[in-house]
């Protein structure tokens, strides 16, 4: 009699046979990692032109466009993977890339969402039609698949990355910067001509002191999973859990909002009575340290839509403050596309380093709006092009003329405030 006991014993079985010829996993597939050159060497020197610190949704983009560009590139990123907020914190649904009826932000970023989506077999929304939501248009990537994407694209563009390695000590050279990183088993002494802040929280700014802007109370960051029922990437959207407080200042405070964040979905899964289905790794923070610029970004300028003289990209997304509350979006006015220019990307005062990403110089409700994905790549390509385009004539980024700029991203498929 075919008992369940029976058949399970004899599953049992069957994988440990299986198991001791060394066949019992499913699927087993095999390649051998590369190392690169004097991999076991604790310390390197290198020389290059430009240095991207952060891989995430900015700077995996400014990355392969300075590379793109001939720069010599590296990309410090101290998680394992590149994406960061859209990956690692599992927002994956990257938005607006579009504004009343057209598209408004393309190149890299959009590049590589829209392959990502095709790989995938997934859809992407119409831009010619206005949504009635603004979020009907945001994109449903494949956190997976866009990750390992973004890694070929790097490769491809002759980007060099380097994981779970972060900048302890950053001072100006004659000709650039030196940037002292450090690693598990790695101490990397890298000296570049230009120097790409793409954290998140501005924290190369930050170890250089220059001045960087921040609120007593910040937005929720939130984590990210999945209960009682399957996530199926690149096709739904996923639980998410406020983490009120959540402050990404540094590993301490990153610390506590994970406890924070895991111990109330394990308070949920044990009241509920369901399984765990999906985790991101760590939280995801709306908000911290942005720069104080050579230009700062208003809420006004960003509801009037104000055409700055060096815009490098648009931007458009509801205003979206997230707060104890909850949120209450401020759409923009019909025809309304903000833009963000070069000098809300330049710490004030300083040569040779760019930001791109959700710490640009901004007050804390227009950077509600300007913080999505989409600008985050636009400002994230313009900042790549910039820093290649001041290694190429030995200046800084501000000081290279803007056409320049503005043809190079055009190169790559970048939409320029005033082309469409
Ligand atoms: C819960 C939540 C929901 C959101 N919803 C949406 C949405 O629906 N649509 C949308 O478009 N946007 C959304 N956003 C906003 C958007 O995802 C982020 O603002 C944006 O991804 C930030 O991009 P970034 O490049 O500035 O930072 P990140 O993508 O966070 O990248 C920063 C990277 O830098 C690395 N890093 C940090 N410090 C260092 C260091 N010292 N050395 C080396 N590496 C470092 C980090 O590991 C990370 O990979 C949401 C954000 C959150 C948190």
Redesign the pocket.
């Given at each position: 009699m075919n008992t369940p006991e029976k058949h399970s014993r004899r599953n049992f079985l069957q994988h440990s046979l299986l198991g001791t010829l060394g066949l019992s996993i499913a699927s087993t597939a095999e390649v051998t990692a590369q190392p690169a050159a004097q991999s076991a060497d604790p310390e390197i020197t290198q020389e290059i032109d430009v240095l991207v610190?952060?891989?995430?949704?900015?700077?995996h983009i400014a990355a392969i466009q300075a590379a793109r560009a001939g720069a010599k590139t590296l990309l410090?990123?101290?998680?394992a993977q590149?994406?960061?907020?859209?990956t690692?914190?599992g927002?994956a649904?990257?938005?607006?890339f579009d504004a009343w009826g057209k598209q408004v932000i393309a190149g890299i970023g959009w590049e590589l969402v829209k392959e990502s989506v095709e790989l995938d077999s997934g859809s992407l929304p119409d831009f010619s039609k206005v949504p009635q939501r603004h979020?009907h248009n945001?994109v449903f990537i494949n956190q997976f698949l866009y990750a390992i994407l973004a890694e070929e694209k790097c490769e491809k563009a002759g980007v060099q990355i380097a994981y779970y390695?972060?900048?302890q000590a950053v001072t100006k050279t004659e000709h650039g910067w030196q940037v002292d990183c450090i690693g598990f088993g790695t101490k990397r002494r890298v000296l570049c001509k230009q120097l790409i802040d793409?954290?998140?929280?501005a924290?190369?700014v930050g170890l250089l002191g220059l001045p960087r802007l921040r609120e007593d109370e910040r937005q929720p960051?939130?984590f990210?999973y999945m209960m009682g029922k399957a996530h199926e990437p690149g096709r739904n959207q996923i639980h998410?859990l406020y983490v009120h407080g959540a402050d990404s200042t540094n590993s301490r405070t990153v610390t506590a909002a994970n406890l924070t964040g895991r111990k109330s979905i394990l308070a949920e899964l044990r009241k509920k009575g369901q399984r765990l289905m999906h985790l991101q790794p760590e939280t995801?923070?709306?908000e911290s340290y942005r720069i104080q610029g050579e230009t700062l970004i208003t809420v006004n300028d960003y509801r009037t839509g104000k055409k700055f003289d060096d815009a490098i990209c648009y931007a458009f997304?509801p205003i979206d403050l997230h707060t104890k509350n909850g949120i209450k979006p401020e759409p923009l006015k019909p025809g309304i596309i903000p833009t963000v220019p070069l000098r809300a990307l330049i710490p004030k005062g300083s040569r040779n380093i760019i930001v791109?990403?959700?710490?640009v110089s901004s007050d804390r409700l227009a950077n509600s709006g300007l913080?999505?994905?989409?600008s985050?790549m636009g400002m994230?390509q313009a900042a790549g092009a910039a820093a290649a385009l001041a290694v190429k004539s030995n200046t800084t980024p501000l000081e290279v003329p803007l056409k320049e700029i503005h043809d190079l991203l055009r190169t790559h498929g970048a939409i320029i405030p005033g082309d469409v």
């Open positions: 610190v952060g891989g995430g949704t900015a700077g410090i990123e101290r998680g590149l994406g960061g907020t859209m690692t914190g927002v649904y990257p938005g607006l979020f945001q390695e972060f900048p793409c954290t998140g929280g924290e190369v960051g939130s990210l998410r995801g923070f709306r997304y791109a990403g959700r710490s913080r999505v994905q989409s985050c994230g």
